[in-house]
């Protein structure tokens, strides 16, 4: 999913992972989603990606979603407005759970969702100033044979079709 900047923004880079192949050695700011409620625990959305409407429904409904997500989206506003008065040009937000395919997923596309609407409410900047660009490290693993990307500049970072939930 990709946003196009207005004049002046920070290209924000935010990208789901999974904890058990490795944390992310290039991001500005790790968050983590596995205190949220595992949707890998109900059969019914085991094997469903975080894409998913159902699974998106099912982590959006745990009692502590939204305070999780607020905290979220305060630490990443301070940490852009940190970036933005330094001069820096881009920002990487990882956010983890344990395999990065459901609860991670979720909170991403959540998270980019406020960058993209709100402008992430930064103190200097106003919506649709930054670049928002989703990646989705570990979503789709192809086997046990492959290599964990340690750095999520690495990843491909495609257009998505919508959010989930929309």
């Not at 983590?32 to 998106?56: E, H, I, Q």
């Not at 607020?70 to 407005?81: C, N, P, Q, R, T």
């Not at 406020?114 to 928002?132: A, D, E, M, R, Y």
């Not at 490290?137 to 999520?152: E, H, S, T, V």
Request: charged share 25%.
């Amino acid at each position: 999913m990709v946003f196009a900047p207005g004049e002046g923004g920070v290209k924000v880079i935010i990208s789901s992972f999974g904890y058990k192949y490795g944390t992310p050695i290039d991001a500005d700011l790790l968050l983590d989603a596995r205190t949220l409620l595992n949707p890998f625990t109900d059969k019914s959305l085991r094997n469903l990606p975080g894409t998913s409407d159902a699974v998106w429904r099912f982590v959006t409904a745990d009692p502590r979603w939204y305070k999780w997500k607020a905290k979220a989206e305060f630490e990443a506003v301070k940490l852009l407005d940190i970036k933005i008065k330094n001069g820096a040009r881009d920002m990487i937000i990882g956010i983890g759970c344990h395999g990065g395919r459901h609860r991670s997923v979720v909170a991403t596309l959540e998270l980019a969702r406020f960058f993209h609407w709100q402008g992430g409410l930064s103190l200097v900047t106003k919506p649709g100033t930054h670049q928002v660009m989703v990646g989705h490290r570990d979503m789709i693993k192809a086997g046990k044979d492959q290599k964990p990307l340690r750095n999520l500049r690495d990843i491909k970072l495609a257009p998505a079709k919508k959010f989930a939930g929309t």
